[in-house]
């Protein structure tokens, strides 16, 4: 996985470094204030910690259990994100190893291990998580306020 990610990350310093100045100009809207407010560095980017959330050692075979579990760690995901803690959350759907992934608003992977110890899949054994700091978009301090603008539904059903 960490070699896609490279691999990914060269391919897009590569094509950066290839186009001229004129090609990168872009018209700059900076808002000091709103950086700020977020969190930015002068590149618009801050720290995060990333999860990978993957197949844990333990499989259920009780579907009722397995259902209660599964709308336990949804609603894990709704406090954090609620709290602030959690930007990003979404499962991958092609079944494979790597379940989903979360994206914390914290700095070290300690706080970021200290919030996924709460989640109910990851304490029965169901998930594992791999967690790695990363630079990301400052813009994503926004996303949860956005998505509420464009949820019909509630994932817990509530």
């Known amino acids: 996985m960490k070699q896609v990610f490279i691999i990914l990350l060269m391919f897009i310093v590569n094509n950066?470094?290839?186009q001229?100045?004129?090609e990168l100009k872009m018209e700059n809207h900076y808002d000091s204030s709103y950086a700020k407010k977020l969190g930015a560095d002068d590149y618009g980017m801050k720290l995060y910690v990333m999860a990978f959330l993957k197949s844990g050692k333990v499989k259920m075979s009780d579907e009722s259990e397995s259902a209660k579990l599964q709308m336990e760690h949804l609603k894990n995901i709704l406090r954090m994100a609620d709290e602030g803690k959690l930007l990003i959350a979404g499962p991958f759907t092609d079944k494979g190893e790597i379940r989903g992934i979360y994206i914390f608003d914290v700095t070290t992977v300690e706080e970021a291990e200290e919030l996924t110890s709460t989640d109910p899949a990851i304490k029965a054994g169901i998930l594992e998580m791999e967690l790695h700091p990363w630079y990301g978009s400052a813009a994503l301090m926004e996303m949860n306020s956005i998505h509420k603008k464009l949820q019909k539904k509630?994932?817990?059903g509530d």
């Open 154 to 156: 509630s994932i817990t």
């Open 16 to 18: 950066l470094c290839s």
């Open 20 to 22: 001229t100045n004129t």
